[in-house]
């Protein structure tokens, strides 16, 4: 029989609950969630991210890390364990597999975000709901902006905070506007009892409100 030892968690608040973050992409997502647990995490709620320094992203290796946090560790009834991926490139099959895996066990959650977790920043700053036929086209296929360039959302996100990268950005122009953000991917999630988002949209206000435990 495996023997797992217990995770520890904040100095102090043994009952705390433990939120467990795997991510698909190896610095956007982490650098907010890193920034959500120091500034946002309520006092009773540890987050701990997972970091990697391979590239395998798929969402079954993002799975498969969770997984394997959870073999290693004690995990408590009310503990939850985050599997955040993006719908863009992965196929309806493949996603299907890791939802469906994350469906047999209470405490594993799946956090997509269709087209990519970019939205769920931009969320922060405005309702991507009052864009435009023409931008809302342009968001769904997130196509690069130029033959080397970056994705229509990731230019957005550069003209919204005046500088953007995958491994560089500033939270502090987001995180004051979690709640609105929460809002507005509510609003998008029309049908919440789906696996993922079918049209544009984002589990990420899921996970930001157990973080916040609200």
Excluded at 96 to 115: D, G, I, R, T
Excluded at 120 to 128: G, K, P, Q, R, Y
Aim: with cysteine.
């Amino acid at each position: 029989m495996r023997i797992r030892k217990d995770f520890t968690r904040l100095e102090g608040v043994k009952s705390a609950r433990l939120v467990v973050i795997a991510a698909e992409g190896r610095d956007t997502e982490n650098i907010y969630f890193e920034a959500m647990k120091t500034k946002l995490s309520a006092e009773n709620v540890h987050v701990e991210v997972l970091h990697r320094c391979d590239n395998e992203s798929s969402p079954n290796n993002v799975y498969k890390q969770i997984r394997g946090f959870m073999e290693l560790y004690n995990i408590e009834q009310d503990d939850e364990l985050w599997v955040v991926v993006d719908h863009d490139k992965w196929t309806d099959k493949m996603l299907s597999s890791v939802a469906q895996h994350c469906s047999q066990n209470n405490n594993q959650k799946f956090c997509l975000s269709n087209p990519c977790f970019e939205l769920w920043l931009i969320l922060h700053l405005e309702d991507v709901s009052e864009y435009s036929k023409e931008d809302l086209e342009k968001l769904t296929a997130n196509k690069k902006t130029s033959k080397y360039g970056n994705t229509w959302l990731k230019t957005r996100m550069t003209k919204l905070l005046g500088h953007y990268k995958e491994s560089d950005y500033d939270t502090s122009k987001l995180l004051p506007h979690v709640n609105e953000a929460i809002v507005r991917a509510e609003k998008l999630d029309v049908n919440p009892a789906d696996r993922w988002p079918q049209g544009i949209g984002t589990r990420a206000y899921l996970l930001a409100k157990s973080i916040m435990n609200i």
